[in-house]
């Protein structure tokens, strides 16, 4: 079942295209992460889902009924969404209990339904305290605790990890992640953190100026990346020049396979991962070191090419060559070849 649909989605804010006609199924129980810079549109279509704007074309269907599009607009409050935003927004002045009994339906279930989510969010004795007595960790289990009392058909965050320091970041996520798989949640997650969003997302949806590049599953978005953006937001990525020949691709640090004719002679971008390129010192080598960075059990290599193009290298910290050390390179293309046209568009691999 599709818990969500948008159907070409399109948003202005005054003379500013926010969206460019954004499509996208989540499926009921699936969690997918939207990714991407600082004003990419991630956010607009949040709250375009969850009833906070309206779209100035498309449709936007919950549970298989249309609640926003031509002549229709529902709600947020009737919408069955959740939402958790970035600072929480818990009420000060409510204790726990209250905090999550809040938009509630009073009833015979209503305490049950409580203590049901206390339980589930492991605050179980937590039910008297008030706001300020809670770490930042807790508030935000409150929060997810007070989003689903309701049984939502979708719940969205909107970076709810923000404010939190690294570690407890960590720690909160997998906790968060965990809760959600438990309650069966169907998700929407925004965020601009790749990490987050490759360990949260059984999809990954990237965005870019108002643009869906690509949904997929994370290994596809980091290893079949549909765009050259995509390739070098997620992970690091080096692009080299390849020139089709006897149905490969041939570059000056090796050759791969190609899975599609091309005309013999089309040049092609070649995507590398640092993971990917090996370095050997070598007095004949072609390859010259210009930067070495340590990152504590890696180091990471920028080299610079016969062509002039710079490339990078992972190796583990046991091999500590210093700059203008000769290198031998090569790429591994295990995962499969990924390239794109001269003029940065498809083909890819």
């Known amino acids: 079942m599709i818990a969500v649909r948008c159907s070409d989605l399109t948003k202005d804010f005054g003379r500013t295209r926010a969206l460019y006609d954004i499509n996208l ?4 129980g699936s969690f997918l992460a939207l990714l991407g810079p600082s004003g990419c549109g991630k956010t607009t279509l949040l709250r375009l889902i969850a009833g906070f704007e309206a779209p ?6 919950v549970a298989g009924r249309t609640v926003a599009g031509p002549g229709v607009f529902v709600p947020p409050e009737k919408r069955q969404t959740g939402i958790v ?4 927004a818990l009420f000060p002045h409510l204790d726990v209990s209250r905090n999550i009994a809040f938009g509630l339906p009073k009833g015979a279930n209503h305490q049950n339904r409580i203590a049901e989510m206390l339980s589930l969010v492991g605050l179980k004795g937590y039910e008297r305290r008030m706001p300020h007595q809670l770490s930042g960790g807790e508030q935000q289990r ?4 007070r989003a689903l009392a309701p049984h939502p058909t979708v719940l969205l965050l909107d970076e709810p990890f923000s404010n939190l320091d690294a570690d407890l970041r960590s720690r909160i996520r997998a906790e968060v992640k965990g809760i959600l798989a438990c309650a069966g ?3 929407i997650f925004v965020t601009h953190d790749q990490e987050e969003a490759l360990y949260m997302g059984d999809r990954v949806g990237v965005m870019n100026a108002g643009r869906m590049e690509q949904i997929d599953t994370p290994e596809a978005i980091f290893y079949r990346p549909a765009s050259p953006f995509v390739a070098q937001f997620i992970g690091v990525a080096d692009f080299i020049q390849g020139v089709v020949q006897n149905g490969d691709v041939v570059t000056e640090v090796g050759r791969a396979p190609l899975d599609r004719k091309l005309p013999p002679g089309e040049k092609v971008r ?3 991962r640092p993971g990917a390129v090996d370095i050997v010192p070598a007095a004949d080598g072609d390859g010259v070191i210009t930067e070495r960075i340590f990152q504590g059990s890696e180091y990471l290599y920028r080299v610079q090419l016969p062509s002039g193009a710079s490339i990078r290298s992972l190796q583990q910290y046991s091999c500590c060559y210093p700059a203008n050390t000769r290198v031998r390179v090569t790429a591994r293309f295990d995962s499969g070849l990924v390239y794109f046209s001269s003029n940065g568009a498809g083909p890819k691999g």
């Open 25 to 28: 199924e989540v499926e009921e």
């Open 142 to 145: 409150v929060a997810l605790a």
């Open 56 to 61: 100035d074309q498309g449709a936007i269907e």
């Open 185 to 187: 949640a169907t998700v």
């Open 270 to 272: 070649v995507m590398l």
């Open 85 to 88: 935003f970035q600072d929480y």
